[in-house]
């Protein structure tokens, strides 16, 4: 996860999404909630859960009912001669309790319980005539903690979680935090391959209304049926739109998604007898977590080659198809390619897969580009994962929440994951889940659900239309002075397209790092830099953006190319230019010492629209290599945890 600047996919087999999915936009949501509240708020919160949890605890024992355990926290068990009538008394009163067995039932509670939940709460274990009392004291001891679990270390001692404790002052610290970001409300942000487009306020409202955004994963699902329709529509539309005839929602991101459409594959050779079937053809053009994900089923990777033109080499494909006939489970595609074009014999490949007994897994990555307009099934492929995050705008900066639902043919349904929760559902068989909740991180569907019920398949087209089109119009001004790699035999790309920045290494001793640094100082985020071809950047402009961002961005880069040109020519020193300078912070532009023969202006404001909105980056140019290398652990070094032990 070191790796700074650069793709996770770069890795291949080793990819780092699909070690883990990071959900950082939930992290620091939790590290923000550390931050307001601070140790000692965050120990008052916990003292008062503890102590809400004593008095439901004691007033249940005083009521004939034993506890599993002496000792709890916020959770306790009680052991009832049948839960059956607690249960219905409980619902009664809108109240969830979890039902261990027939015999047991759990009870849990956090900082947001009042003194009137408990009244309720005790309620269910009360005789109804009665009245239900209770005391309590803020100074009473937690006895029910016992003395080994009580914290007597510091915890959260850095600045941070001991400054921000009034709204006022939190607000400024999170927009100061936000002031460090290049994002959407900047400047468009072309990461080929990444499909960082719009998330529109309408589609993200729906997720701060209680209705949906306090919902337990694992609430009866006959109060969910708001929640259920909305699932099950959704389903229904990402099976249109794929061709496909089912849907699993549960996985949490585009590489589990990857995941759980091979484990499909390997159940259903398992199910035929051919369990035996584990190698997979991986063209060289095919998305880079694929690799990872076909290791981490146990399946072998075979490479394919790609021609000069990016096409897959479908003479090799069908070789290595021949080869390994016997034992072939399937291949993984990409379709537009990862080069950013079409691969205009797409359906002779799955074809050939189809012949020799392997299925076909469509990488979804790049279905930007084909919502619409055609389909995974209308290719021929049998299973595909959806990255919500990309095609159908979910958040993507930040590392997630993602999804990466997928859709499979009538054949793999029974297949497809599957959650224990969901097991009243009709299943031929009952394969493992690959989400902890039914539908994974179910509360960010609704945005992918508005997405498209608003769009509608007139919409849904004519989004995919627009990317195509915004990559083409870009890739058309830049082709005069940059070199475009792959494009298909009518010189068009998909929905988006690399430019070759190699040549400049050996002309003016650029890299494509100091294009990327560059970018920053005329307000954008570089584009997808090395991957898939290293040297090289990878555009994607989505449907997102107008034709003036669109134009805002090329000049950007028309700009940088004549500062190339500059050195190329003699007019800039090849060493200390703004490309090998970049990006320029504030400190350095305003500072008395100025080193450098270009000017502050040439610096910090090249062109002329970044005047109107400058975004000042927080650092300077960082040796990413060196910080690869050599790794900067900010907690406390393990010898303090070992003298603590002593």
């Keep these: 996860m070191a790796l700074q600047t650069r793709e996770q996919h770069i890795k291949r087999e080793k990819a780092t999404s699909n070690i883990c999915t990071a959900q950082a936009l939930l992290a620091n949501m939790a590290a923000m909630f550390a931050v307001f509240h601070g140790p000692h708020g965050l120990k008052n919160i916990a003292k008062r859960v503890a102590l809400l949890t004593k008095i439901v605890a004691e007033a249940i024992e005083e009521r004939g009912f034993d506890l599993v355990s002496e000792s709890f926290f916020d959770t306790i068990v009680v052991t009832v001669d049948d839960i059956k009538p607690f249960k219905e008394k409980a619902e009664s009163q809108e109240i969830n309790l979890r039902y261990i067995d027939q015999k047991h039932i759990g009870i849990s509670l956090d900082e947001t319980v009042t003194l009137n939940d408990l009244y309720d709460l005790i309620n269910c274990f009360e005789n109804d005539i009665d009245p239900v009392t209770f005391s309590m004291d803020e100074d009473d001891e937690l006895e029910h903690i016992p003395s080994f679990a009580v914290r007597s270390s510091s915890f959260l001692t850095h600045p941070v979680f001991n400054s921000h404790h009034s709204e006022t002052q939190m607000m400024r610290y999170i927009k100061q935090l936000e002031n460090k970001d290049l994002s959407l409300n900047t400047s468009m942000i072309s990461l080929g391959s990444c499909t960082m487009k719009l998330n529109a306020a309408s589609e993200m409202i729906p997720l701060s209304w209680d209705r949906w955004s306090r919902m337990h994963p694992f609430v009866p699902a006959n109060q969910a049926e708001g929640y259920k329709q909305v699932l099950d529509q959704l389903a229904d539309y990402l099976n249109v739109i794929t061709g496909f005839d089912a849907c699993s929602l549960q996985p949490n991101s585009g590489a589990q998604g990857e995941f759980s459409g091979l484990l499909t594959i390997r159940n259903y050779h398992a199910a035929n007898g051919e369990a035996h079937r584990n190698i997979i053809l991986i063209p060289i053009s095919a998305h880079g977590t694929n690799p990872a994900s076909a290791v981490m089923v146990g399946m072998k990777v075979v490479v394919v080659k790609a021609l000069e033109n990016g096409y897959i080499d479908v003479a090799d494909f069908k070789s290595k198809a021949e080869q390994y006939s016997s034992n072939l489970a399937g291949t993984m595609i990409t379709y537009p390619s990862t080069y950013g074009i079409f691969e205009e014999e797409i359906k002779l490949i799955c074809d050939i897969v189809h012949e020799h007994g392997g299925q076909v897994y469509m990488d979804g990555a790049n279905m930007n580009a084909q919502s619409g307009l055609t ?22 900066g930040g590392g997630g929440p993602g999804m990466g639902p997928i859709c499979a043919k009538k054949h793999l349904a029974s297949h497809l994951p599957f959650h224990s929760a969901l097991a009243n559902e009709s ?74 920045l190699r040549p400049f290494k050996n002309s003016a001793g650029v890299e494509a790092e100091d294009i990327a640094k560059r970018l920053i100082d005329y307000g954008f985020h570089a584009p997808t830099m090395s991957f898939p071809v290293p040297g090289t950047i990878m555009i994607e402009p989505t449907e997102s953006e107008d034709k003036a961002e669109l134009d805002r961005f090329c000049d950007a880069l028309l700009s940088i190319r004549e500062e190339i040109r500059d050195i190329e020519e003699g007019r800039a020193d090849k060493k200390d230019n703004p490309l090998k300078n970049a990006p320029h912070t504030q400190l350095s532009v305003v500072s008395d010492q100025w080193p450098h023969p270009y000017s502050r202006e040439i610096a910090a404001f090249p062109i002329e629209y970044v005047k109107q909105n400058k975004f000042w980056p927080s650092v300077g140019r960082v040796n990413n290599t060196i910080g690869d290398r050599n790794l900067i652990c900010v907690c406390e070094p393990t010898s303090s945890y070992a003298e603590q032990e002593a």
């Design 375 to 396: 389909s995974p099934a209308a290719i021929g492929a049998d299973v595909c994962h959806l990255n919500l995050h990309k095609t159908f705008s979910i958040p993507h």
């Design 427 to 500: 299943r031929l068989i009952p394969h493992g889940a690959v989400s902890a909740a039914p539908y994974g991180s179910a509360s960010i569907l609704l945005i992918s659900y508005a997405y498209i019920r608003m769009l509608g398949e007139e919409g849904v087209r004519k989004a995919t239309e627009y990317a195509i089109l915004n990559a083409n119009y870009m890739k058309a001004r830049l082709e005069n002075d940059f070199d475009i790699l792959y494009t298909g035999h009518h010189g068009t790309c998909a929905h988006e397209f690399i430019v070759d």
